[in-house]
């Protein structure tokens, strides 16, 4: 078509330096030796400049003769369609919308936000191992504007069936947020449709104060107090072990967690971002207020194996070694965190102050952990008692009907 650009053949025949002439429909031969070009690319006036296109969408080199005309065809098609983008078709433009390159780019701006302490290490593991385990394989070598919603359902049935739903869901949750940067960023025009996964709400485990007690017994008398800490204020573990002294006030009986531990190092910043004073438990007051105070800089716990603060994943394995000994199966967090918040509500604490207890933000999250669920259904039961012990005194004789 005049006008829509030819195709032509690269480089000359290597027995006699001579130009390959065309055979249309067939492809270029040196009519001489028999020898064809092993490149060719489209030559395409496009808005007064003449463009030379070496490539197709995907980076593939114009090999043959096929290739070269499938793409001239594709260009057609599209500059009748007013959709003709040259860089779409340019090696080294193209490259820059690599999936590969991207997510790469993605994960490092990740890693930048979570070392300004604005992004959890913990966040930052997980995602890792989505990309590199599931998402960059399926991805790889496509163009992120030319993903569409059939892609995404695509992937999400390559996903193995023995992975839970939640662990689907963080996945898709991560793919999600790539496209939503991309979007914001304008590299792509639409996003495409993830699909919503629903996910069983989990268990969660809690146990009563003596069965918090006999896992403290199990624990070593010198890493003890930590444990006590945790079973009594209910505050997480990486907050717990960053308290120094300057945090705590004894006469008021507070103390304010303004820090923690993220990925082995101390952040200073909380989970939620806020900071707010905790009061003391009057038996973890009782301790503080016998043991000599330390300098405001030093840390409350310190592990004396090493002199250190302690590691949130040492903790857990202190933990998970006393449940063994004591023959009980749960977290830690499920021993100490939710546990405060259940016996709470089971001694009919306020949700919105157990929620203020714990640092929520969402009170859905507090009543996940304190079982409202259970204690409602307990007041009907009372309820019905009640009921059944009025009928009983009806029966009595207690009510006579008329008539």
């Known amino acids: 078509m005049k006008g829509e650009g030819a195709i032509r053949a690269r480089g000359k025949c290597p027995v006699c330096n001579g130009h ?7 492809g270029f031969i040196c009519l001489g030796h028999k020898t064809v070009p092993k490149k060719l690319y489209v030559d ?37 369609n007013h959709t003709f983008d040259p860089a779409r078709y340019v090696k080294a433009d193209l490259e820059k919308f690599y999936f590969d390159a991207i997510v790469d780019q993605w994960l490092k701006d990740k890693e930048a936000v979570a070392n300004k302490g604005q992004l959890s290490w913990s966040y930052i593991g997980p995602l890792k191992g989505y990309v590199s ?22 992937f999400y049935k390559t996903l193995p069936d023995n992975l839970s739903p939640k662990t689907h869901k963080n996945i898709l949750n ?10 914001q960023d304008e590299v792509i025009e639409k996003k495409p449709i993830f ?68 990925n082995r190092s101390i952040v200073n910043r909380t989970k939620t971002k806020k900071i707010r004073p905790r009061l003391l438990h009057p038996e973890v007051l009782d301790i503080l207020k016998s043991i000599p105070r330390g300098l405001p800089h030093t ?57 203020e207890v714990l640092g929520h933000t969402d009170i ?26 009025h009928c009983l005194w009806i029966k009595k004789g207690g009510i006579k009907s008329e008539g």
Request: charged residues 25%; contains cysteine; positive net charge.
């Open 174 to 183: 991560a793919l999600e947020n790539l496209f939503n940067t991309l979007l």
């Open 299 to 355: 840390f409350l716990f310190i592990n004396p194996n090493c002199g250190r603060p302690y590691l949130p994943d040492l903790l857990q394995r202190m933990w998970k070694k006393a449940c063994k000994a004591v023959g009980v199966e749960i977290s830690l967090q499920q021993g100490t965190r939710h546990s405060v918040a259940s016996m709470a509500a089971s001694s009919g604490v306020s949700i919105a102050i157990i929620k």
């Open 44 to 80: 395409l006036p496009w808005k007064g400049q003449r463009i030379r296109i070496y490539s197709d969408k995907t980076g593939q080199v114009l090999d043959t003769y096929d290739r070269a005309n499938t793409v001239l065809k594709t260009i057609r098609g599209e500059i009748e």
């Open 195 to 262: 699909p919503v996964i629903t996910v069983p709400e989990p268990m969660t485990k809690w146990c009563t104060r003596e069965v918090q007690d006999k896992l403290l017994s199990a624990i070593p008398d010198q890493h003890r107090f930590i444990f006590f800490f945790l079973t009594r204020q209910g505050i997480r573990e990486g907050e717990a072990v960053a308290i120094q002294w300057q945090d705590i006030d004894l006469e008021a009986g507070i103390f304010t967690p303004v820090r923690a531990m993220s």
């Open 133 to 154: 385990n599931y998402i960059k394989p399926f991805f790889e070598g496509k163009d992120v504007r030319d993903i569409r919603t059939v892609d995404i359902k695509g």
């Open 20 to 26: 390959f002439t065309e055979i249309k429909g067939a």
């Open 364 to 389: 859905r999250t507090t009543q996940r952990y304190s079982h409202m669920d259970v204690i409602s259904q307990g007041q009907v039961f009372n309820a019905q008692k009640k009921l059944s012990l």
